[in-house]
């Protein structure tokens, strides 16, 4: 059975780094994408980063490029999410997908992680 397991989610001010964790089990993810998306309340899911290992390949949106990146550790199937310089807007719920047959659409991804929860204050 396929889980992702987020975590490093929380409270930062304006302008602070938070990193966020997704730890894969049940199968590898060398082959896809795994990727990093946000949903704020009220609004649709959205794409925030992802990364091909097989490809070399990363992708952000833009209202992130420059500010958040996605490191990760093919072989522990692990992707983090580094985000700095953060605006009240990131806030967010942020969740790790995984097994995507593309970088930058929901539709794209098999498998999701649970959900954690990034609040940037003024």
């Known amino acids: 059975q396929v889980q992702l397991v987020e975590s490093g989610g929380g409270l930062v001010q304006a302008g602070g780094s938070l990193r966020l964790s997704c730890a894969a089990s049940?199968?590898?993810?060398?082959?896809?994408?795994m990727g990093w998306f946000r949903q704020a309340p009220g609004k649709d899911r959205e794409f925030v980063a992802a990364?091909?290992?097989?490809?070399?390949?990363?992708s952000y949106a833009a209202a992130v490029k420059g500010r958040f990146t996605i490191p990760g550790d093919n072989a522990q199937n692990t992707v983090y999410l580094q985000m700095n310089s953060l605006k009240t807007e990131d806030t967010a719920v942020y969740y790790c997908?995984?097994?995507?047959?593309?970088?930058?659409?929901?539709?794209?991804?098999?498998?999701w992680g649970q959900g954690t929860q990034v609040t940037v204050s003024a």
């Open positions: 997908a995984a097994n995507g047959l593309s970088h930058g659409s929901v539709k794209a991804y098999d498998y």
């Open positions: 049940g199968r590898t993810f060398s082959s896809h994408a």
């Open positions: 990364i091909s290992w097989s490809a070399g390949r990363t």
